[in-house]
């Protein structure tokens, strides 16, 4: 069984350095790359970072009902595509999403059983802090970051947990037995807990 971990921060929270951390960590655990119509970025490698499409073809394989969930983000647009899911399905991991509070919602209606993180800065200072040492933004840019970072945090409540990403080590650690935890849950020891029953009937 194939549980879907959905990622949620503000730009800047430390978010991509987290679920870095947590994948070299975990076995059986790959991140699902998105599909965006924004360009690369810095060292952003295509079919690593994400699969970078024109606009024109995402509107085209959204009208075909290719993504389990999309956004647009500042112009862009982000989405799962099915083929991730199916692939996690087929080669028996589970699946972690980078995505916005939009895409989580979506996603979360359409699979209940996915499990819900949102990442928070420790403050606005903190936040604005993290995305000037970033170097990659206009002052334009920082502004709107912060301005988005207070809507997105206002969700916060519809996520299954909550980590303030204060300390990398203990965020990292935190995140981790997030993963644990859920991962032995009942609902994924079905196939073990059934023989088991049955020995007593």
């Known amino acids: 069984m194939t549980t879907i971990f959905i990622i949620s921060a503000p730009s800047g929270s430390g978010k991509s350095t987290l679920v ?5 960590q975990e076995p ?3 991140f699902s790359i998105s599909y965006t119509t924004r360009k690369p970025r810095g060292n952003e490698v295509e079919g690593v970072n994400y699969h970078y499409i024109s606009r024109e073809e995402f509107e085209l394989r959204l009208a075909g009902n290719e993504f389990l ?15 991730e899911l199916e692939k ?3 080669g028996g991991y589970d699946l972690v999403l980078d995505i916005d509070v939009q895409g989580a919602r979506q996603l979360k209606d359409r699979i209940p059983d996915a499990v819900s993180i949102f990442i928070l ?3 606005r200072a903190e936040l604005e802090k993290r995305l000037r040492a970033r170097g990659e933004d206009s002052e334009e840019v ?3 970051r912060l301005r988005e970072a207070a809507e997105e945090i206002r969700n916060y ?5 909550v980590l303030v990403n204060d300390q990398v080590g203990e965020s990292s650690s935190n995140l981790a037995g997030i993963v644990r935890g859920e991962r032995v849950r009942r609902v994924r020891m079905e196939e073990r807990i ?3 029953l049955e020995t007593f009937e």
């Open 20 to 24: 870095s951390r947590v994948m070299d």
């Open 69 to 83: 969930e999309h956004a647009d983000v500042f112009g862009n647009y982000y989405g799962t595509h099915m083929s």
């Open 142 to 144: 920082i502004q709107r």
């Open 28 to 30: 059986n655990l790959k």
């Open 88 to 90: 996690a399905r087929l």
């Open 121 to 123: 800065p420790p403050s």
């Open 194 to 196: 059934a023989p088991i």
């Open 157 to 161: 409540g519809r996520y299954d947990y």
